[in-house]
């Protein structure tokens, strides 16, 4: 048998704005997406794609081409009106086809339990932006994946049955009916006594890190593929991951104002426009690392808005922002932006309300952190420095 292998994740936190290139602040800006988050999503009704897997409305536009190839706008300021930010939803390319997982494997995982994994013939990989199931498609073990959950959206994955229901509830029946040999998941969906039921039933569960960063994807990747015997390919993919996020950090310094003054002030709106919920994600929620990256000023510093919070009047006349990023079902679910600046009039007099400067993007991309790094923060920042490529 193996010996134990570590999986607990490692927590680190970078000062904004600390560092003067793009690169190295995308590389290294720290945001802490824990469970407590995706909890948090879950709980305020982070609503669910289509039941074929496509998401629905989700992929509606056209797909960011790379932004080296757009012209961006001479001045970042010069436009108006929203864009929708598309990944190619077929955009999965593995590091190896059918790779033979070194089993039987025991790992300690983020919870600290000893796990011992010896079948991944079978595996279900859970979690609530769906990255865990992508991060097992581009290790080369997708054929392995018997099951998905419903922020599982690229197209390799589609016809996978769902186990989970009413948005992220795991559902104990359609998951002993898939027969899986190892579930890996987070403590992102719920409820937990389900969790502690498929263990009780002799299934490993593995459970990773729930943290979503731009500082952890290495570490993630790994957790996955040491736990599915393949640590060589989990090696291989996060060197490609960390290679190609750089390429777009390049690509992002290039574009993006390097002065503050002229960045475009940002802010982070979660929407649940059914419920009532109008939330601001402030620092260490996740979406500062991400607005930050993108060669945007993120407002939340200025106002003192930490971690998720109710958003109010008075925050969003101090915010005054320029650009507003949003999950895209939030911002269907307030009746796209003409509805949701109704239901915030203080929203609809800031710069961003008057030129109607919003972008969005898939809720199960847009602060997943996985193997589509690169291309989430391609596809935003086209939106951002060049939307009249996919306007």
């Not at 790994?222 to 777009?248: F, H, K, M, S, Y």
Request: hydrophobic share 40%; glycine share 8%.
């Amino acid at each position: 048998m193996s010996s134990p292998s570590t999986l607990v994740g490692r927590s680190s936190t970078t000062s904004r704005r600390s560092a003067p290139g793009r690169s190295r602040r995308l590389r290294t800006a720290a945001a802490v997406v824990a469970g407590s988050l995706a909890l948090a999503l879950s709980g305020c009704g982070l609503e669910a794609p289509a039941a074929d897997g496509t998401g629905g409305a989700e992929n509606a536009g056209t797909v960011a081409p790379p932004l080296a190839d757009v012209d961006p706008l001479s001045d970042v300021r010069d436009w108006t009106g929203a864009a929708t930010a598309v990944t190619d939803p077929a955009g999965v390319d593995p590091v190896a086809e059918a790779p033979a997982p070194d089993l039987p494997v025991t790992v300690t995982d983020s919870q600290g339990t000893e796990v011992t994994v010896d079948d991944v013939s079978r595996i279900l990989a859970l979690d609530v932006y769906g990255t865990l199931s992508r991060t097992v498609y581009e290790l080369g073990l997708g054929d392995n994946l018997v099951g998905r959950d419903v922020s599982t959206q690229f197209a390799p994955a589609d016809e996978l049955p769902l186990v989970t229901q009413n948005g992220h509830d795991l559902n104990a029946e359609a998951i002993l009916d898939l027969d899986p040999s190892v579930i890996l998941t987070d403590t992102s969906l719920g409820p937990w006594d389900v969790v502690l039921q498929m263990r009780d039933a002799g299934i490993p569960v593995v459970v990773v890190d729930s943290r979503r960063a731009l500082d952890n994807v290495t570490e993630l990747t790994e957790q996955v593929a040491v736990a599915l015997g393949v640590p060589d390919q989990g090696a291989e993919l996060a060197e490609r991951i960390e290679n190609e996020v750089d390429q777009v950090a390049r690509q992002i310094a290039e574009v993006a104002p390097t002065d503050q003054t002229e960045q475009l002030r940002t802010v982070f709106l979660y929407v649940r426009g059914q419920a009532g919920v109008y939330y601001l994600f402030g620092e260490e929620s996740g979406a500062d690392a991400l607005i930050e990256a993108l060669g945007l000023y993120d407002v939340a510093d200025e106002i003192d808005w930490s971690g998720m919070k109710p958003v109010t009047d008075e925050a969003i006349v101090a915010a005054q922002p320029e650009l507003v990023l949003m999950m895209s079902k939030g911002l269907d679910s307030a009746g796209g932006v003409d509805g949701l600046l109704e239901r915030l009039p203080a929203l609809a007099n800031t710069p961003a309300g008057d030129n109607e400067r919003f972008v969005d993007m898939s809720d199960a991309e847009i602060l997943g952190y996985g193997p589509d790094t690169a291309d989430v923060l391609n596809a935003l920042a086209v939106a951002i420095y060049a939307p009249d490529a996919v306007s």
